[in-house]
């Protein structure tokens, strides 16, 4: 398939089309997939540009047979022998059939064009390219099948594909190959192929299926206490373009219906079908894995907390007030590491929304290093993003730190101040600049680091994990208009997107 910046590039230049017609043809190759494999045929989207030429704006394989084109056509302009039929196919009131046949190698083709129609326009052409060698003894697999994406095809030329209503977020992705029933009007089982066959199997199913309800085959797979979604009985009837599930007897069968309209109505459906089983099984394994990691994270939070409380207590008792500064301080940086925890644990990965958890702990920190008459605000420019745990916890520990060292010398004597962190992140390079309109650089620096007090410890965690753990830089200089700024620029050891 084709990437979408390029699609859209020639949507725009596409002649006499507005947003909603745009639009709709974006609707149309997102679900196109379903009429080349049932066509067994290629699929091209040929659009009419403002210039007045024909362009091949999108292309669809088929994944039920070998394709035709193994080149990528989109952006090629069709030949100067097809214009003619292109220029007629636009005006027909339905599909039309080429009146010449082409080669692809040894492969004879037949071209057949369907008008797309939305809202009384023509927006361009689905050519349909099949290979003739396909048509040749067909068994009842083969025409169904086939039989079926000319219905879908040919809906195409009366606005009625893709549909308007229909359920765009699949999360099964079934395809033909997976398994289809062909359903009448009313529901009935025309046509069931064999690997939908073995999908309804292994629900508990053993009848003969063609002549049946498929909602009755459905139904009665079900027990008294099973959920049903809303959705089932539509797609089990096929009355409606809606997907759902069924599951019973410890399997489970992702369907989606997808309504026939002839001339004068509906005419029947199509019901894909795959067996997801071993998917809904790997989620729930999925799911429990995630519970425990953040039922771990939740642990490790509270007993960090407990840690915490521990040493908050000890501090309290102690006669030295040496010996409580330091207890705080520790105090300070095993909570810094619990909300780090705290973050995670309400994640479903080892993720964390840095700026939620960031802008906790400053808050946090100012309010511990400050006295009751202090009063220290912090403002944010920029965005950290989500960040993985093997980044948060130590940046965490250094961003706390400067602004406890912030806090600590540049706002002593002081009863009011402002901090500022501005945050610049392309991929996992990330450069941090904290600054405060305090006492001045002299305060805060020694010879271009953080200035030691007490055990020095701050000093240290800033430096170790700025330059060992990050590879990055660290430097302490005067701000403009007073103050100091700490500017640090480091690469992120798992980078994600922001």
């Known amino acids: 398939m084709l990437d979408m910046a390029d699609f859209s590039e020639i949507l725009a230049s596409c002649d006499d089309c507005d947003e909603e017609d745009r639009e709709w043809l974006h609707h149309l190759v997102a679900d196109w997939q379903v009429i080349a494999d049932l066509s067994f045929a290629d699929l091209l989207l040929v659009l009419r540009t403002k210039g007045g030429t024909f362009k091949v704006a999108e292309q669809c394989r088929p994944s039920t047979v070998m394709s035709l084109r193994t080149e990528d056509v989109v952006g090629t302009v069709p030949p100067e022998d097809r214009q003619e039929e292109l220029e007629q196919a636009m005006k027909s009131k339905g599909v039309l059939r080429s009146n010449k046949l082409s080669t692809f190698g040894k492969a004879t083709v037949c071209d057949v064009y369907a008008p797309i129609r939305h809202k009384g326009k023509t927006l361009g052409l689905v050519v349909r390219e099949t290979n003739m060698a396909t048509r040749e003894s067909n068994g009842r697999y083969e025409s169904e099948s086939i039989n079926a994406g000319k219905e879908l095809f040919e809906m195409?030329?009366?606005?009625?594909?893709?549909?308007?209503?229909?359920?765009?977020?699949?999360?099964?992705?079934?395809?033909?190959?997976?398994g289809f029933f062909v359903l009448t009007a009313g529901g009935i089982v025309r046509y069931a192929s064999p690997n939908a066959i073995s999908c309804?199997?292994?629900?508990?199913?053993?009848?003969?299926?063609?002549?049946?309800y498929l909602s009755e085959i459905g139904t009665s797979l079900l027990h008294k206490n099973d959920p049903v979604p809303d959705s089932l009985p539509l797609v089990l009837s096929g009355k409606a373009a809606?997907?759902?599930?069924?599951?019973?007897?410890?399997s489970a069968v992702s369907m989606r219906s997808l309504p026939l309209y002839g001339r004068h109505g509906r005419i029947g459906s199509i019901v894909l079908c795959r067996d997801v089983t071993e998917l809904r099984r790997r989620e729930k394994e999925l799911q429990t894995k995630d519970a425990t990691i953040s039922e771990i994270h939740h642990r490790?939070?509270?007993?960090?907390?407990?840690?915490?409380?521990?040493?908050?207590?000890?501090?309290?008792?102690?006669?030295?007030?040496?010996?409580r500064k330091e207890l705080e301080e520790a105090q300070r940086r095993v909570q810094t590491i619990a909300v780090v925890h705290e973050g995670l644990s309400q994640t479903a990965d080892e993720i964390v929304d840095f700026d939620k958890v960031i802008s906790n702990l400053?808050?946090?920190?100012?309010?511990l290093a400050t006295t009751s008459d202090q009063h220290i605000s912090i403002s944010y420019v920029?965005?950290?993003g989500m960040m993985p745990a093997q980044d948060a916890t130590p940046l965490s520990l250094v961003l706390t730190e400067l602004v406890n060292n912030a806090v600590e010398h540049g706002f002593e004597g002081r009863t009011e101040g402002h901090i500022t962190i501005s945050v610049g992140r392309g991929g996992n390079n990330l450069n941090v600049v904290v600054e405060d309109d305090g006492n001045g650089y002299s305060t805060e620096s020694d010879e271009g680091r953080a200035k030691s007090s007490g055990s020095g410890l701050g000093t240290q965690i800033i430096n170790t994990f700025v330059t060992n753990d990050f590879g990055g830089t660290v430097r302490w200089e005067p701000r403009r208009d007073g103050g100091t700024r700490a500017v640090i620029n480091i690469k992120l050891r798992v980078a994600q997107d922001v």
């Open 156 to 178: 195409i030329t009366r606005g009625e594909f893709p549909y308007s209503d229909s359920v765009l977020n699949q999360r099964h992705n079934a395809r033909v190959a997976d």
């Open 200 to 212: 309804f199997r292994r629900l508990g199913s053993v009848d003969t299926m063609t002549g049946q």
């Open 242 to 250: 809606v997907d759902s599930e069924l599951d019973a007897n410890g």
């Open 300 to 323: 490790v939070k509270n007993n960090l907390q407990a840690v915490s409380a521990l040493l908050r207590l000890q501090a309290r008792r102690t006669k030295s007030d040496e010996v």
């Open 362 to 367: 400053l808050k946090m920190s100012v309010d």
């Open 382 to 384: 920029g965005k950290f």
